[in-house]
């Protein structure tokens, strides 16, 4: 072909080119961001024992599918088991002290009421022997002096007999108030063992730890006839779904950014697949101040670097379920901050 027909040609193709690449950036370009530095995230859960004892069965393999509630490690139950019957027992002696304190009052009431009926006869007959000691005493002329002697006797005798009848009442009811104070320790008593035996069943149930939610093992460290104490970490499982993506976008990308904006998600594992989401939150810092050691700037020597903040987009339907994508995985975010028309 001639070169001059051919120059014109190419130059005619590259205004094209380039009127349909201004357009597109114009139109939709300039309004998306896109960044390398992400990666899939999930809630990854570190599964501890609560109690200490020796693994009696591991119920799971790493990289198995778990459902919630199945079993994943088993303790040896048995000093809990024993525990437990241990602190049955001590409900049922303190609920025994009360059925005693309780039969033991009701015979009280009885003696205190045989106390009342003492006081009302010995004071009816202080009554009777001070009326027939003033009569007595009134008839000096007709009667003799031992008649006198034994009429006065006889009042004292009933008038000691009242002491000791009110006497034998106030101590019935001390005793009463005894008991009632024997009842409130022993009520506080049965509280505590009540409270000891749901510990022990507490514990007697975390000898079997099962999986909180749905999802995948990992990571196991737990093996049969291993000792682990409490808070050992046995095991990770990873969720089933509720996959996320944190992208690190640069400073001078973050302008328009914001939350609810639709974002692309290819990951290098399944490089020809688009995942789709959307922007859920921005971090209020930049990834660095949440480092261990944040970089500090105050000194003589400085070089500016280009900060990154965490993005945090969902992933949508399938794609936030684990199969295809799993934490860690790289991906690459391009996000789309065209303003609804």
């Known amino acids: ?64 599918r778990v459902k919630k509630g199945d079993l994943l490690v088993r303790l040896d139950a048995r000093d809990y088991q024993a525990a437990l019957m241990k602190a049955s027992g ?63 006797a006889d009042y004292r ?33 049965l509280v505590q063992a009540q409270a000891g035996l749901e510990m022990a069943k507490l ?36 969720p089933a779904q509720g996959l996320w993506v944190d992208a690190n976008f640069k400073e001078n990308q973050l302008a328009h950014l914001q939350a609810g904006q639709q974002a692309q998600i290819v990951a290098d594992v399944l490089p020809g697949r688009t995942f789709t989401g959307h922007v859920v939150s921005l971090s209020p810092a930049t990834g660095s101040r949440f480092s261990i050691l944040p970089a500090e700037n105050a000194t003589g020597n400085f070089t500016k670097i280009v900060q990154r903040v965490p993005v945090r987009i969902a992933l949508d339907g399938e794609a936030a379920k684990l199969g295809l994508l799993r934490p860690g995985l790289s991906v690459t975010v391009t996000v789309d901050e065209k303003p609804a028309p």
């Open 1 to 64: 072909m001639n070169r001059r027909k051919v120059i014109p040609l190419v130059a005619v193709a590259a205004v094209v080119l380039a009127a349909g690449y201004g357009l597109w950036w114009w139109q939709s370009g300039r309004f998306v961001e896109s960044t390398d530095d992400a990666y899939v995230g999930g809630d990854i859960s570190t599964i501890s024992a609560k109690v200490a004892g020796y693994v009696q069965e591991i119920a799971v393999q790493d990289n198995m």
């Open 90 to 152: 001590e409900v049922d002696a303190q609920q025994a002290a009360l059925a005693d304190i309780a039969a033991t009052r009701e015979l009280q009431l009885a003696t205190i009421a045989g106390s009342v009926a003492a006081v009302n006869a010995a004071q009816a007959m202080t009554e009777k022997t001070a009326g027939d000691n003033r009569r007595y005493g009134a008839l000096v002329q007709t009667v003799s002096a031992q008649t006198r002697d034994y009429a006065q």
């Open 203 to 238: 514990n007697l149930g975390y000898t079997e730890i099962r999986a909180p939610f749905d999802g995948v093992i990992g990571n196991r460290r737990a093996w049969s006839g291993a000792y682990v104490s409490s808070g050992t970490q046995l095991l990770s499982l990873v």
């Open 157 to 189: 005798q009933a008038v000691a007999q009242e002491s000791k009848a009110r006497a034998d009442k106030s101590v019935a009811e001390r005793q009463l108030q005894v008991l009632d104070a024997r009842e409130k320790q022993t009520q506080a008593a």
